[in-house]
C-alpha cells in the first residue's frame, strides 16, 4: 500500500499532464491554407514585333503571394483571327518557360490550369506571353494578342489566438469532473484520517 506521501507524488504526477491536455483541448491548430482564384480580364497586347516574328516581343507579368500552389490558365479572345501557341514563364526565366501550350489555341481556347508548382512560398511573377504561327489573319508576324487569365494561388488563413479560457468538450468535462472527485475523496479520507 502507498504511504500518504507517496499518494500525494503519485497524484501530482499523473493530474499534471492531464490538466495540461485537457488546457490544450479547443485550441486552434497549425495554420490552415486555402485556394484563391484570381482573374486577370482583358489582356490586350501590342507586340511591337519586327516583321517576321512570331514570339511576342512584351509579356503580360502578374505578380502574386502564395504559401507554395501556382496553377495558372489563359483562355485566348473570342475576337482573336489567327491561333497562337501560349508560354508561361516563372520569376524572369524568360530562356526556358515553365509552360508551354502543346498545341496552338484558337480564338476562346484556354490552356486550362497549369501547374507551375509548388513553388516556395513568397511573390512570384508569372509571365503570359503569347507565339504567333501562320494562320488566319497571321502572314508571318504576330502583331497583337489578348485573352483572360486566372491564377490560383494558396493562401494562409490567419489563426486565432488561443482563447484564455479553455474551451471543454463533453468528454473533457467528463474527465475534469472525474479528476476533481478523485482529488475530494483523497482529500476527504486524509480529512477524516482513512
Known sequence: ?????SRKALLRRAATPVFALILAVGTVGAQAQQIVT???PGISITTGNPTGTQLSAVAYPITVNTTGTLDVEFTTSPGHCSSMFIRFELDGNTAT???TSPAVLAANQSTGFITLGPVSPGTHT???RAEGTVNGCNFGTLVGWAGTARVRTSQAISAEAPSVVPTLDGRSIGLLGGLIGIAALFGLRRRWGA
Open 38 to 40: 484570381t482573374t486577370y
Open 97 to 99: 518557360p515553365v509552360y
Open 1 to 5: 500500500m502507498f504511504q500518504s506521501s
Open 126 to 128: 508569372v509571365a503570359i
